[in-house]
């Protein structure tokens, strides 16, 4: 006599974690995968986020508000600073002398523009950096996405060798029966 060999059928798992993630569904048909509304919500925050910054690194406007109100302060500084420690002290004493006021006022000049280049490179800093930020935030759901479906696959695998397990044991007892019954 011969016995039929069963194949392993389990149902689908469903694994959840409740609120911020979205949900991995393992079964006969394959694996899914349904993300929450907070991790659609993060990618589209990072997309409109890594547009906006890849847009400034690539095509700088130096508009940020950080930037406007660092070069205002670096402006109103300088004007005190230029009129303070030069333009007054020379006046005072008599030596307005163009060549002298020319000099000094290049060389301030230049100083200035030096400091603005600095902020200019410290913004386009702060632009890669938060890029970099971004994608790290673009990329987590699918760090969770595909932790889940490993979850759940695994999970689905274990419940077929246990299912299938107890259908080859079941099948030994009966195969051990039937030969039994025949001696």
Do not use: C, H, W
Not at 11 to 35: F, I, N, Q
Not at 118 to 145: C, F, H, K, V, W
Not at 153 to 176: D, F, G, K, M, V
């Amino acid at each position: 006599m011969s016995t039929d060999t069963k194949k392993a059928k389990v149902g689908d798992k469903t694994y959840s974690t409740g609120g911020l993630y979205g949900t991995a569904k393992t079964g006969e048909g394959g694996t899914s995968y349904d993300p929450s509304a907070f991790e659609k919500n993060m990618v589209g925050t990072a997309q409109t986020g890594l547009n906006q910054y890849m847009n400034q690194l690539i095509n700088p406007s130096y508009d940020s508000e950080v930037f406007r109100a660092q070069t205002a302060q670096r402006n109103k500084l300088a004007n005190t600073s230029f009129e303070n420690n030069l333009i007054n002290p020379l006046a005072e004493r008599g030596l307005s002398r163009g060549s002298t006021v020319n000099a000094l006022s290049n060389e301030f000049a230049k100083n200035l523009a030096d400091l603005e280049v600095a902020a200019m490179a410290n913004e386009d800093n702060r632009n890669q950096s938060m890029i970099n930020s971004l994608l790290g935030l673009y990329t987590t759901p699918y760090q969770l996405m595909s932790g889940m479906v490993g979850t759940t696959n695994a999970a689905y695998q274990n419940a077929l060798q246990t299912e299938q397990a107890r259908l080859n044991q079941e099948s030994a007892n009966n195969t051990a029966m039937i030969n039994a019954g025949i001696q």
